[in-house]
Structure formats: C-alpha cells, structure tokens
C-alpha cells in the first residue's frame, strides 16, 4: 500500500532541513521497498507571501487527506509586524489545532558520540533518554479570552487565558501514563500547582488518573522547579507530562542537554495515532540559506513518523540506526561541531545519513 506524506517546508532553513528528509525518503523508497507519494504545500510565512494566509485552505485539506504530515518549521524577521493572526506561527497553531494534535512527545536522547558537544558535563548527560509529553492544543495558546484592551485608566492592557478542561488533562495524561508504562515506568507531572487555578486541576486529574496505572511511579514538580532539575541532574527523569507552555519551554531546555536543538525531533499525535512530525526548533533566521543548519532533528522526525503514524518500525530503527553511524564517523554540523571531528553542512550531513542507509541495505 503506498502511503501519502504531505510535506510542509514552510521558512528559514525548514526548506534546508526538510529537503535532506525528503533524500531519506527516496532512499528508502529505492533501498527498502517503502511505497510512499509526497505531496507538498504551503504553511507559515511562505504561504503568508503567496495567498496572504498562514493557513491555507489547500494545505489544510492536503494535511487532512495523507496518512502523515512532515513539517520543517515557520517564522522569521519578515513577518513578525503582520497582525497576530496573519502571523506564520499562527498556521502552525491552527494546523495543530483543525488537527486535533493533542499529543506532543519530545524525546531529548543523547547520542553518546555526542556527549562533548553538550554544555552539561559527559557524567550528568551520558546515556540520557527523556521524554516530554507536552499538551499541544489547549492551555494559554488557545484559550480565550484573549486580546489587547484600553484599560479604564487609558492604559493599554493585554491579557490571555490559561484554561484547561478536565477532558483535556485526560487525555494527555492518559497518554503520558500509557507510555510511561512501556518505559521505564516513571511519570512526572509539571505545573504550577501552587500558584495556578488550572494546574492546581491539573495536578488533581492526574493525581486521580494515576490509580489506573499503578505501575507507574507518579510525581509531581512545579515548573521552576523542573526546569533547575533538568539541568541539574536530567537522568532522574523519565517521563515528563506538562501543559502547552510549559512543554514548550522545558522542550528547549531539555535540546541542550542533548548537545543541541538541532537534535530534537518531535511528533503530535491525534486521537487514533495520524501525526505531524517536525523539528522541535525554530525557523532559525540567522542561519537559514547558508548550508548550515542541522538537519537531523527532521530526520529523526522522519523516523518517529515512521514508527507512529507508518506501522514501519524496521525502517524507523534503520534510519535512528544510519544517523547513529553518521555520528560515529565523525560528521557533524556546525552547531556539534567539536575539535577532531569532521564539520560538514546541512546537504552532506543528508548525504552521509542516506549513504549509511544505503550500506546498510546492501
Ligand atoms: N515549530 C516551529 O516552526 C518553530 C519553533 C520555534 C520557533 N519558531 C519560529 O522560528 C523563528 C526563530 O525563532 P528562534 O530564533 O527563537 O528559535 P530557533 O529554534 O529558530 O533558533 C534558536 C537558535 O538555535 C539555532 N538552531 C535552530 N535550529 C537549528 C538547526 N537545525 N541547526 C543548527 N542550529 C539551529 C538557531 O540558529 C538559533 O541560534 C521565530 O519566528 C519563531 O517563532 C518556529
Ligand atoms: C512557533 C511556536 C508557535 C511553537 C510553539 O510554541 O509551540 C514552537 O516554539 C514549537 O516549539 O513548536
Ligand atoms: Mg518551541
């Protein structure tokens, strides 16, 4: 059966990065017999420049009908004075949102080539396996009300809404626990429960959700509390669960420890399973168009979506399996480059991952 992939570039270095996933994908469709049809379309900035939307009608609906989505990233200097809601993050959000991509796992694994390249000493992030479960369709990103008001005083005032329904945290929990209980059975729960309304129900639900999975080992953390951890010692942790904001914050912190953002892939994940896979980082402005970006974070995206949304498990371990290899013999891109290893750009990185996968299948 082949299956379709809708492949959303969108700006900066998402083309870059995106099209070494795209190599990938021919080599696993030439190599390994994998049946797959792309299709692309515009999001973010880029769709912003063509049809004035960051969202259009078309992608959304090109989104609906593949089996899987593969997204670079969005944003940039051009178009951050458009209003909000013309915005390219807003066509990420809205994606997410028209999805119903609730859940969002953000795995921070050290490669152990790579344990030079973290800012942590090697001993506090050798062997590092997290995984964030981050909520991706709900709490201060979507709720309302939220706007730009003249307070009564003349002042201009603005104000979001941090609001989450208990069906929400349900889900997501449920989700986090499930997975957790095919790791290493432990969950923390990150809110801010001591100050927050919403977290304060948070912590509740989950904390009620947690007698359906005794075998997993519950704690709780507020957030500032977790993010010192996270630096301090990252391998207490297995399984984080955290609301949208939170997520996205702790996702970022979480990338350094693996030496650097460039790494960090990430899927969201409706209700039955359909995803979209993209980078956990930006659109990086400052190096897009220069051959320089990491484009291993997509690929490693390109394997999550195998393994969760494709039922390719083999062909997700090949690809996790050739970028290890590229790792061991030395290439890296500028952002883990270290002294006595091979700095290459973001087209010969792809090349190498593709060559290993090649070898491997011959
Ligand atoms: N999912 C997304 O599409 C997404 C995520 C985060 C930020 N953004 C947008 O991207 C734009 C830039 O945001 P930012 O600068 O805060 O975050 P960023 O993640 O784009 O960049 C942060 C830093 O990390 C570096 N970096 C990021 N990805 C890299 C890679 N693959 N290889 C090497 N270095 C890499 C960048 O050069 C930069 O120095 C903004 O418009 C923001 O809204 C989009
Ligand atoms: C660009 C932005 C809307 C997005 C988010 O905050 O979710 C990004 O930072 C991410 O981590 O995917
Ligand atoms: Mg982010």
Known sequence: MTVKIAILSGDGIGPEIVAEAIKVIGCLRKHYGFQVELEEAQIGGAAVDTS?????????????????????????????????????????????????????????????????????????????????VRELTGGIYFGEPRGVRTSGTGEREAYN???????????????AFEIAGKRDARLCSVDKANVLESSGLWREVVTQLSGEYPQVELSHLYVDNAAMQLVR????????????????????????????????????????????????????????????????????????????SLNQAVLAERVESAVRCVLAEGYRTADIHTAGTRRVGTREMGEAVTAALRAVAS
Request: glycine share 10%; net charge negative; with cysteine.
């Open 52 to 132: 004035g939307e960051p969202l259009p009608e078309a992608t959304l609906r090109l989104a609906r009908q593949a089996d899987a989505i593969l997204l670079g990233a969005v944003g940039g200097p051009k178009w951050e004075t458009l209003e909000r809601r013309r915005r390219p993050e807003q066509g990420l959000l809205a994606i997410r949102s028209a999805l119903g991509l609730f859940g969002n796992l953000r795995p921070a694994i050290l490669y152990a080539e790579l344990a030079g390249a973290s800012t942590l000493r090697p001993e506090i992030v050798a062997d590092l396996d997290i995984l964030i």
């Open 161 to 175: 809404t941090l609001l989450y329904r208990e069906s929400e945290i349900v889900r997501i929990a449920r989700l």
């Open 233 to 308: 010692a990252p391998k207490q942790f297995d399984v984080i669960v955290t609301g949208n904001l939170f997520g996205d914050i702790l996702s970022d912190c979480a990338a350094m420890l693996t030496g650097s953002i460039g790494m960090l892939p990430s899927a969201a994940l409706d209700e039955r399973g359909k995803g979209m896979y993209e980078p956990v980082h930006g659109s990086a402005p400052d190096i897009a168009g220069r051959d320089v970006a990491n484009p291993l974070a997509t690929i490693l995206s390109l394997a999550m979506m195998l393994r969760y």
